[in-house]
Each structure stands twice: as structure tokens, then as C-alpha cells.
Nanobody, 123 residues
């Protein structure tokens, strides 16, 4: 059983930066990812990182602004978000996969999910 806890969300202005964190209760040995759900929209893939951290994947709309990373010693994954835009407003969820499929953009790859952290970007 893996418990995931996100933190770092908040209310920011366009152009600001945030770093989201996802603390896992135990070490995971499969990909982890970030997803987000904007009001009235389906949850969508944002970024994923392999267990080693050597491979990353991003949805096109965040490439160049978002950076996913992890610290296996701390069982923690991060999402650095720069140049925030109002359209980045969403609840951000972290997730842990239970198999090593890569790329890991499909929600069906993930079994464990955090409770989400709200990111609100004002224009």
C-alpha cells in the first residue's frame, strides 16, 4: 500500500512559479506521474518520471515550463512549474504506477493516487 500526499499548491499570479511535492509513504519502484483536473474538464496527464529519474515525459502544453524530478532517498517527487498561466489552474494529483510501462501517460498505468493540491493562477 502506497500513500501519496501532495503539497505546494496555492493562489498565484500569472508568470509566477510553484514547486509541487508528492511524498510517498514507501519507496516505489515504478514510474510516477503528475496529472491535473481543471474545473469542468477530465483529468489529464501532465508529466511522468521513471523510477530511476533517468526518463521523463511531458504533455506538449507544459514542455519548457514544467520540470518533473524525484529524490528517491526522500521518497518524494516534485513538479517545478514556471511561468504559470491561468489555464494551468487545476487540482494537481500525483500518482504511482504498479508496472513499469513507459511512456507512462495513461491513467490506467497508475494505481495509487494522492488527494490533490489546488493550483489557482490569476491573470
Amino acid at each position: 500500500q502506497v500513500q501519496l500526499v501532495e503539497s505546494g499548491g496555492g493562489l498565484v499570479q500569472a508568470g509566477d512559479s510553484l514547486r509541487l511535492s508528492c511524498a510517498a509513504s514507501v519507496r516505489t519502484y515504478y514510474p510516477m506521474g503528475w496529472f491535473r483536473q481543471a474545473p469542468g474538464k477530465d483529468r489529464e496527464f501532465v508529466a511522468a518520471i521513471s523510477w530511476s529519474g533517468g526518463s521523463t515525459d511531458y504533455t506538449d502544453s507544459v514542455k519548457g515550463r514544467f520540470t518533473i524530478s524525484k529524490d528517491n532517498a526522500k521518497n518524494t517527487m516534485y513538479l517545478q512549474i514556471n511561468f504559470l498561466k491561468p489555464e494551468d489552474t487545476a487540482v494537481y494529483y500525483c500518482a504511482a504506477a504498479i508496472r513499469g510501462a513507459w511512456p507512462a501517460s495513461r491513467q490506467s498505468n497508475y494505481f495509487y493516487w494522492g488527494q490533490g493540491t489546488q493550483v489557482t493562477v490569476s491573470s
